[in-house]
């Protein structure tokens, strides 16, 4: 089944290699693989470059179908996947494009500590931390939101939860899209998915979603680092999770009312998956509607997870978070969709850009930028695996010219969850990434197995190919500290 | 009989019987085994009639996984046995299990969702086979 992909990938420079349209029968444009040329022996071995062809194929998709470095091989849409489409020229919306965790994404904060003030208390941290934020499968966390709650929440964004102490303004303004996405109707959303919902807003959730303690380990362009308040060997907090089971129920949903699409509206597919409508069919437009309410749960859900994790610091470290200096950095979204303006072949267009575990990666002088960092590019904040690194990179101007404003979301996986889980049989993970300096719990067993740094590619390399390619700059690597994981 | 297999960040759910009814509860019994790490551990203590509308097995199939997984997700309810009777406009079928209690069921994975990639409901060697993908 996991056959390697035999089909032609032609360097056309920086990085980047085409699929051409001639490959595959239906595709209506090429295929771009970003990818180091070691890389790309990773990417040959299974058939996620398949799967940019066949995302090559949606109705109104503009220049190519685009995979980063991290690409893997998913459903329907490939991980590392971005697609553009026209709703102009019938482009569609497709819910395997932003994925099941509907903006699952990353948020930074910073903390005014060095490595020497946490290195003896990391066991005391990470404990607290563990046991304080909910991680695991389904687990409810403590802030509970009715059904009518969870509406408002979805129609407000994290400003609902920021009115009740539960973060600053602050926090918004370093958000993406200021924490709110215009647009969704949380009345479109089941019951079913604010059912899922209501009691999960704060938690962590499973698979690949952590929370970290990290430090700055080398400081890459100084100039923006200080734009950004890094140094070296200050301490930070990595938060990676999405929308929890609601989004999921809204993909779901989505999947379901879109089944008759692909007849209704003369769409031919290589594969179920990418089951799409126009954008703006009445189907496509109230999958919008959902995906975007989903989207501001996702916000609201990392900032609670912030939030939790301020209090443990102020409880470890007796000192208020306000003290501590525990400001957000940024929080960026990696699998969603996004009406934006890019340039193509000269002409300035609104475009549906789908990012299915790819990063949104503005540069300088782009009025999405928050205003503190719009002369330096938005910050992007790609998480690597629990063992060896994560980084902060910045927007840069090739990813406007080349890929709709997008780079990598993280290092991608190198081996199956079952061959990690068997690789891992008679060692004891905790114990290997305890020598290494890394204090980590996680609440399932086949957690930590699955998720062993050996399963990921390296993410230096990935970074290495986006900052090769211009999509992105290298600002600061981190090295993590304390992990706890679902 | 049903096992798991590879699929990079994923699992894959495949079950084979000698017919499409057998077929159907065995994959309810591997989604099962993706969701907690001792499927023997859940007990047949709850019942519940689930009714599914649709002509189309492969559907049907995903249809009927989908369900298993929000009733877990919503009334936290783990089944582990199946009496499933598949028509040509549907299916019936009586799932028991019991409500998910920590201190006896460890959590393996959370399955997000069932998805269409590679669903497949076929006849193979007199019996039938079904795989589908889900996400964790």
């Not at chain 1, 595709?27 to 990417?43: C, F, K, N, W």
């Not at chain 1, 969603?336 to 002409?347: D, Q």
């Amino acid at each position: 089944m996991k056959s390697a992909f035999s089909g032609p990938l032609e360097h056309i420079g920086c990085n980047c290699h085409r699929i051409p349209k001639s490959y595959k029968a239906g595709m209506r444009v090429d295929g771009h693989i970003y990818a180091s040329p070691t890389l790309l022996e990773q990417v040959r071995k299974d058939q996620a470059a398949d799967q940019v062809a066949n995302v090559a194929t949606l109705p109104g998709i503009q220049v190519a179908s685009i995979a980063m470095p991290d690409i893997h091989w998913g459903y329907g849409f490939c991980i590392g996947g971005v697609a553009a489409t026209d709703p102009a020229e019938g482009g569609v919306i497709c819910p395997g494009g932003i994925g099941y965790d509907i903006n699952c994404g990353v948020r930074l904060v910073k903390t005014n500590l060095f490595l020497d003030d946490v290195k003896h208390r990391m066991k005391e941290l990470v404990k607290a931390l563990f046991h304080t934020v909910p991680s695991g499968a389904g687990r409810s966390g403590r802030y509970k939101f009715d059904t009518k709650e969870t509406r408002r929440l979805m129609g407000e964004g994290p400003r609902f939860v920021v009115e009740r102490d539960l973060g600053t303004l602050a926090d918004l303004e370093h958000t993406e899209a200021g924490g709110f996405i215009d647009g969704g109707d949380p009345e479109q959303v089941s019951d079913h998915a604010v059912k899922r919902g209501a009691e999960q807003c704060g938690t962590l959730g499973s698979g690949n979603h952590f929370m970290e303690v990290q430090v700055v380990d080398s400081v890459y362009d100084a100039d923006v680092a200080r734009a950004f308040g890094l140094e070296l060997n200050q301490v930070c907090v990595m938060i990676h999770s999405g929308s929890r089971g609601l989004g999921y129920q809204v993909c779901d949903d989505a999947l379901a009312a879109f089944r008759n699409c692909t007849t209704k509206y003369g769409i031919e597919l290589p594969d179920r998956q990418l089951v799409c409508a126009p954008a703006e069919s009445p189907e496509g437009k109230k999958y919008i509607e959902q995906m975007r309410a989903a989207a501001n749960y996702g916000f609201c859900n990392r900032q609670l997870l912030m939030q939790q994790a301020r209090e443990v610091f102020a409880d470890v470290f007796g000192r208020s978070w306000e003290d501590l200096g525990m400001e957000q950095l940024y929080d960026v979204a990696h699998n969603i969709a996004k009406l934006e303006e890019h340039t193509v072949e000269g002409v300035k267009k609104q475009v549906w850009v789908h990012r299915k575990g790819a990063t949104r990666a503005f540069p300088a002088g782009h009025p999405e930028v928050p205003e503190a960092f719009r002369a330096v590019g938005q910050p992007v904040i790609i998480p690597g695996d629990m063992g060896r690194a994560s980084w902060v990179l910045v927007g840069a101007p090739g990813a406007m010219e080349k890929t709709f404003g997008t780079t990598c979301h993280g290092a991608g996986r190198a081996m199956s969850r079952m061959a990690a889980k068997a690789d891992a049989v008679g060692r004891k993970i905790e114990k290997e990434l305890e020598q290494k300096g890394v204090i980590a719990m996680a609440s399932s067993r086949f957690g930590l197995a699955e998720e062993q740094p050996k399963a990921y590619k390296n993410v230096d390399d990935v970074v290495e190919t986006v900052h090769d390619a211009d999509l992105s700059r290298r600002v600061a690597r981190m090295r993590p500290l304390g992990v706890i994981k679902g | 009989m049903h096992e798991l297999f590879d699929h990079t960040a994923d699992l894959g759910l495949r079950a084979t019987a000698p017919t499409v009814n057998e077929l159907f509860a065995e994959m309810g019994r591997a989604l099962l085994a993706s969701m907690v790490e001792d499927p023997s551990s859940v007990r047949a203590e709850v019942s519940e009639r689930i009714e599914i509308a649709g002509a189309d097995r492969e559907y049907l199939l995903f249809d009927w996984l989908k369900e298993l997984l929000l009733r877990f997700e919503t009334e936290r309810v783990l089944f582990a046995e199946f009496d499933v009777t598949v028509s040509a406009t549907g299916l019936s079928a009586v799932a028991r299990g019991e409500p998910h209690d920590e201190s006896r069921h460890a959590l393996a994975h959370e399955v997000k969702a069932i998805t269409y990639h590679e669903l497949k409901v076929v006849e193979r060697d007199g019996g039938w086979l079904a795989e589908a993908i889900v996400d964790i």
